[in-house]
Nanobody, 119 residues
Framework: QVQLMESGGGLVQPGGSLRLSCAAS????????MGWYRQAPGKQRELVAR???????NYADSVKGRFTISRDDAKNTVYLQLNSLKAEDTAVYYC?????????????WGQGTQVTVSS
């Protein structure tokens, strides 16, 4: 089994910053793509950013230039730096990873971390 554990969410004022972390643990052979998704109340879960094992990234248009995704493969961890936060960034943020174990290749999700942007 593989577990993804997110941290770093919280309450921040508009224009502020946060850094989210997601650490994967378990019998991991290799982690392929990793990403962050978010879900606001009453809305569908949407992609925020993804990063491949080679370091290529893609972002939702709404966060380009404000958010940065990165990864540390030695720690099996993916990060999301959130800058210039807006009220519309308020959501539960979920980590996602495509993981090779000795048994299979499948996607895993974290439990989510709340980000609230409010004055």
């Amino acid at each position: 089994q593989v577990q993804l554990m997110e941290s770093g969410g919280g309450l921040v004022q508009p224009g502020g910053s946060l850094r989210l972390s997601c650490a994967a643990s378990g019998r991991i052979i290799h982690i392929n793509d990793m990403g962050w998704y978010r879900q606001a109340p009453g809305k569908q879960r949407e992609l925020v950013a993804r990063i491949t094992s080679g370091g290529s990234t893609n972002y939702a248009d709404s966060v380009k230039g404000r958010f940065t995704i990165s990864r540390d493969d030695a720690k099996n961890t993916v990060y999301l730096q959130l800058n210039s936060l807006k009220a519309e960034d308020t959501a539960v943020y979920y980590c996602n990873a495509d993981v090779n174990t000795i048994w299979e290749v499948r996607q895993y999700w974290g439990q989510g971390t709340q980000v609230t942007v409010s004055s």
